[in-house]
């Protein structure tokens, strides 16, 4: 599909007051194929549409429709992970693309920018849309990490989370949830028909595999919905499990699982250890983080809660998140089985894993151990330098 020119994406973008008026007045049919050429025109990946109906049977703090009563439909818009923002992680020597071009650029850049112009399309044509970009604080769902609320969206179990004791806000009537609610973006995009939950709780596509976020928008328009995904990406005998075994924080639960109903379906994934995870994807793993030089970098990146280790050494170049353990298990070890198996559509000419994966032997100096070598290392050049002009003196005599 080609992209839109400048001209007519500006064109498209701009909504006028007459223009604004006339769709008021003039409520059209908004057609889903328009909606989902436009989607990937606006630059999302892949495109899925829900019918509001499907969020049935989740708990009301995780219910869409507690925050739009009268939507109809939501778009759910997913973008890719590029795969070489891993290739700097793989070979060990460049851990910044991923963190900025995948967490930070898709969620805080690229997603608001992309719905900013997606949105307008709706809204032109009459409907009320919210976009929602997968950035969002989440609030009132965190119960494990009092110091961050919201954090704990990965493993959402339905019998924690109804249990909102009312610390963090109050509801504005006996009959409404507490705000915010929370959309749970995986949820929504099974529900679009778009791919299935993995047992590691990533979401993977046809398309890309576990390798994209998701964002959303909630409208009034009535659109067609898709139908659910049929196909099976997911077997885990045949992968004997790579996202829980080459998790470095073991992070994900190898019986243990978390179960929803949606949809009319029964979801079920690994149970995560949050904590256990957020220490990894932090750096909080020697042998996975070549930041961690000494001894006291140790206790800066393993610091609880992991708010303080996330401000450690590497921040503010590595902002959000970091991932500095290049999401081991439940992204790369899951690509590779999915790329190997030939389920998925976006196919690379090579492999991704050509040799053996590295691993640091975790083996620390101290900060004074570090300065003092530094200082000797400086001594050693300086005394170079000097012996160099000296003999450049005699040279020029
Ligand atoms: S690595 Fe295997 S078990 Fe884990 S999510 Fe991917 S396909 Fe499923």
């Not at 119960?143 to 504005?172: H, Y």
Request: hydrophobic share 35%.
């Amino acid at each position: 599909m080609s992209r839109l020119s400048r001209r007519e994406f500006l064109a498209s973008s701009m909504l006028t007051a007459t223009a604004l008026s006339s769709c008021q007045a003039n409520r059209k049919v908004l057609s889903t194929k328009k909606v989902k050429e436009y989607a990937i025109k606006c630059g999302a990946d892949i495109v899925g549409i829900t019918s509001m109906d499907r969020f049935e049977g989740l708990p009301r703090q995780l219910d869409p429709r507690q925050i739009f009563p009268e939507a109809k439909s939501m778009i759910v818009l997913g973008f890719r992970l590029f795969r070489g923002n891993f290739r700097g992680i793989e070979e060990g020597t460049f851990f910044t693309a991923y963190n900025i071009m995948g967490h930070e650029g898709l969620r805080w850049v690229f997603q608001p920018v992309m719905l900013w112009n997606f949105t307008k399309l709706i809204e032109d044509e009459g409907y009320e849309a919210i976009p929602i970009p997968d950035n969002f604080p989440w609030s009132n769902i965190d119960k494990l990490n009092p110091d961050e609320i919201g954090t704990d969206f990965i493993n959402v179990n339905p019998a924690r989370i109804g249990k909102i004791d009312g610390n963090f806000s109050r509801t504005v009537s006996p009959e409404k949830p507490y705000p915010d609610i929370f959309i749970q973006l995986k949820v929504a995009a099974f529900c679009a028909g778009l791919g299935e939950i993995g047992y590691s709780g990533t979401f993977l596509t046809p398309e890309y595999g576990p390798r994209q976020m998701f964002a959303a928008v909630i409208t009034d328009a009535v659109l067609e919905p898709d139908p659910l995904f049929t196909g099976k990406l997911c077997e885990k005998d045949k992968c004997k499990m790579a996202c829980v075994k080459d998790c470095p924080s073991h992070a994900i639960s190898e019986n243990e699982t978390v179960k929803i109903k949606v949809a009319g379906k029964e979801l079920e994934w690994a149970k995560l250890d949050f904590n256990k995870c957020s220490v990894s994807f932090h750096g909080g793993d020697k042998e996975y983080n070549p930041f961690m030089v000494t001894t006291e970098d140790e206790k800066g990146f393993t610091a609880q809660p992991y708010t303080t280790s996330r401000k450690y050494k590497m921040a503010p170049l590595y902002w959000y998140g970091r991932a500095i353990e290049g999401m081991r298990g439940c992204q790369i070890a899951c690509m590779i089985h999915l790329e190997q198996e030939k389920k998925l559509k976006n196919v690379f000419k090579n492999p991704f894993r050509r040799k053996a994966p590295w691993k640091m032997k975790g083996e620390l100096i101290s900060k004074a151990e570090l300065d003092s070598k530094i200082k000797q290392q400086e001594e050693k050049e300086k005394q170079q330098e000097e012996k160099k002009t000296k003999k450049v003196k005699v040279d020029e005599q």
